[in-house]
């Protein structure tokens, strides 16, 4: 019996962290630790509820755009403010491209190292790595040559040492099981990836400003100039071409290069559809409107909730059911940590009662992380892509139950595969499938609207705080790439009196609740095979598969020990 | 303003506004914007912590200025500067939420990025807790820091010939 500890699970110190104990050759309880205090709602409290999107975007390191989003739809709902149709679907478009964009990269940049083993790309026959690319897909970069380029690149990379990229992987693993072409056809697609980005996220400089931090929501719509005559105006009929442009090739890309890979890559672990199954209990805000706010059944994305792994029944969603535990977290609340409160009653008491690090373990009997455990009807969640693609199939969602299909077509898999490591890998591959297209169809609205002469995108009827009722309340929602995100504010007397976020990664990676049942993370780990204690990649594989995020902190680089120059003051 | 195209001179603040010094960077790039006299065509951009996602904005960088909160064990508020390869020799990561400088860096590489040149400026924090405010000590600093930076890209924005002598 060992007990493994990965941490940092994202390299990064002080973040998430993983304790897992390893009986026979396999995990027999797992627990997972935020070690990094969030405390946003401290921040927030006594501001402008106008500005607190501007505070909020900061929480998280990449995931800005959704909680500036979740923000501002948190202080509408509390002032009963709808927001013009083009601010819905600039919204709409704004957050399909990020999900698009965050699934592109967390497959190639973060997750597939997991299962691809770089090194073999080096010794892979660039004419074979050719037809198997033109075996999967009609992407036109396939040629033998172009193969050969990249493995010459990463030839040069590896001799200069400055692979600092690929440095963290498993290499040579035994449970790395892709052939050197698949390898080589990875690393290749690692960096066109790259350029995607780069080329897509321009969809972002249209709509938010030059910033990476987008500039352009406003409580009430957005900031974004519509004229259809005016050159330098953000949105005229020239730039509605360029952002379909820039849609069209998303699209491709996803449609020739990502789908392809992760059906070949799954192709040759059947294993993982079997491992890192979870508790079958899905939560979906549901989201991307396509009318009002108010009316759930206007969600592209369907709300709801599945539980027990029951796909026939999907039940109605209350954010009055939504519930915060702190027994195992480094809080107090105020009538004792028992008991599970409401985000509208939410507290956020620090209280740090781990041993001093550096330390062992962690004292999992007691408090061990610094996430609270959200619970939806007491009962634990998994939040993400799978748990969306699960509430549109379980819904009646053609076009997720048709791609869907089709995926476990080519798998020759069943829906219950889809309870897994690979399921979630696959589920947001699909959605990026799904929403890359109706990015396409966003903007078309947009064009449209523009051609009829309908510039309206900010409702500025509640912008006046003296129009405000002395006290409100209101729950924003969105679903952000990583899962479901809502915001909980209250406003007295024209400032926020009290701000609570539960964020997906909370959902996913919380502790233990004080009846004892355990979280996302926890379960999913149980009974997974550890092939070698010291190099647990199994472990990162379903964690990975989550798309964890736990970067809502601080970013200091590390220069103990380094050469650097101290400048004297002038 | 329609894209992210990267000048051929970049200056990148990094960090958290709201984890007080750590945002230092930020800061510092927010005060530079308000330098008057400073070259043409330099791209000053905020970059908060998005890592890997800040790469279009460096893309076709020839030079680059990085302003960071470093702990490098001095007192609070102290000035110092990385260049080339003791800045790619940091600590990397493979987070993408959180992907170190170096990962930045790295990733600039393997698109055969053309950066000549590179220097990080750095100042010590006291604090990195939650909070919108500077300590101090690294306020006081911030001058010392944006001066330093601009010093740095006059040079730069001078004919070769000149910058030699």
């Known amino acids: ?570 | 303003m329609s894209a992210p195209r990267a000048a051929s001179t970049v200056v990148l603040g990094l960090g958290n506004v709201i984890h007080s010094d750590d945002g230092a960077g930020v800061h510092a790039v927010q005060r530079l914007k308000e330098t008057p006299d400073l070259p043409q065509d330099i791209d000053l951009i905020e970059g908060g912590t998005l890592g890997l996602s800040l790469l279009p904005y460096l893309w076709d960088a020839v030079r680059i200025v990085v302003l960071d909160a470093v702990d490098v064990g001095q007192p609070p508020g102290t000035i110092v500067r990385l260049s080339g390869d003791e800045i790619r020799s940091l600590r990397g990561s493979v987070s993408v939420h959180l992907v170190g400088l170096a990962d930045l860096l790295g990733a600039l590489q393997l698109v055969a990025n053309p950066t000549q040149e590179i220097t990080l400026l750095g100042v010590q924090p006291a604090s990195t807790e939650w909070g919108t405010e500077l300590s101090q000590e690294v306020q006081a600093a911030i001058p010392q820091l944006v001066r330093a930076a601009r010093e740095l890209l006059c040079r730069w924005s001078q004919p070769l010939e000149q910058a030699a002598g």
Not at chain 1, 126 to 136: D, F, M, N, V
Not at chain 1, 375 to 380: E, G, K, L, V
Request: charged fraction near 20%; proline fraction near 6%.
């Open chain 1, 1 to 570: 019996m060992a007990r493994i500890v990965v941490d940092p699970v994202t390299r990064i110190e002080g973040h998430l962290r993983i304790e897992a104990q390893v009986d026979g050759g396999a995990v027999s309880d797992a627990w997972s630790s935020g070690t990094m205090f969030r405390g946003i709602e401290l921040i927030l409290r006594g501001r402008d509820p106008r500005e607190a999107w501007i505070w909020a975007q900061r929480i998280c390191g990449v995931c800005t755009t959704v909680h500036a989003l979740t923000s501002v739809r948190a202080v509408e709902d509390a002032l009963g403010v709808e927001v013009p149709e083009n601010a819905r679907i600039i919204r709409n478009i704004i957050a399909g491209t990020q999900h698009v964009q965050d699934h592109v990269i967390h497959f190639y940049h973060l997750h597939a190292l997991d299962w691809v083993d770089v090194t073999l790309a080096l010794k892979a026959d660039p004419g074979k790595t050719s037809q198997l690319a033109e075996s999967i897909s009609d992407w036109p970069k396939s040629s033998k040559n172009y193969f050969k380029a990249i493995q010459d690149r990463l030839k040069a990379l590896v001799a200069s040492k400055q692979l600092s990229l690929f440095s963290s992987g498993y290499w040579g693993h035994p449970a790395y099981h892709l052939p050197p072409e698949a390898n080589l056809l990875a690393v290749a697609h690692y960096l066109e990836a790259l350029e995607f980005q780069r080329e897509f996220i321009r969809i972002h400089a249209v709509l938010g400003g030059k910033n990476p931090h987008l500039q352009t929501y406003l409580v009430g719509g957005m900031s974004t100039a519509m004229d259809p005559n005016e050159p330098q105006a953000t949105i005229n009929p020239e730039r509605i071409t360029f952002l379909s442009e820039l849609a069209s090739k998303a699209q491709e890309f996803v449609d020739k290069v990502y789908i392809p890979d992760v059906l070949a890559v799954a192709s040759f672990y059947p294993d993982w559809f079997g491992r890192g199954e979870n508790l079958g209990n899905f939560l979906s805000y549901g989201c991307f409107p396509q009318g009002s706010i108010k009316d759930p059944t206007r969600l592209f994305l369907p709300r709801g909730i599945i539980m027990n792994r029951d796909l026939s029944k999907v039940h109605p969603f209350d954010p009055a059911n939504v519930t915060e535990y702190v027994t195992h977290s480094w809080y107090n609340y105020s009538d004792g940590d028992q008991k599970a409160k409401h985000p509208f009653e939410g507290e956020t008491n620090p209280k740090y009662t781990g041993p001093k690090p550096p330390f062992e373990h962690l004292e999992v009997e007691q408090k061990y992380s610094w996430l609270k455990s959200p619970r939806y009807q007491d009962q634990p969640m998994e939040v993400g892509p799978l748990s969306r693609m699960l509430v549109a199939y379980a819904s009646g969602h053609q076009e997720v139950k048709d791609l869907v299909n089709a995926a476990l077509g080519k798998l020759n898999a069943q829906p219950t595969a889809l309870f897994s490591t690979l399921g979630r890998i696959a589920a947001r591959a699909i959605e990026a499938q799904l929403l890359a297209r109706h990015v396409s169809k966003w903007v078309d609205e947009l064009g449209a609207n523009l051609a009829h002469g309908d510039l309206r995108i900010h409702n500025g009827e509640k912008w006046d705080p003296d129009t405000w009722p002395r006290e409100a309340k209101g729950f924003g929602f969105h679903e952000a790439p990583r899962g479901a995100l809502a915001h909980w504010v209250q406003i007295e007397d024209k400032k926020i009196k009290n701000y609570q976020c539960v964020v997906p990664t909370t959902w996913n990676a919380g502790p233990r609740d004080a009846n004892g049942k355990r979280g996302a993370y926890e379960t999913s780990l149980l009974k997974t095979p550890i092939a070698d204690p010291e190099r647990p990649v199994e472990i990162l594989r379903t964690i990975h598969s989550f798309d964890p995020c736990l970067a809502c902190a601080v970013h200091v680089v590390d220069a103990q020990g380094r050469k650097y120059r101290v400048l004297k003051a002038s």
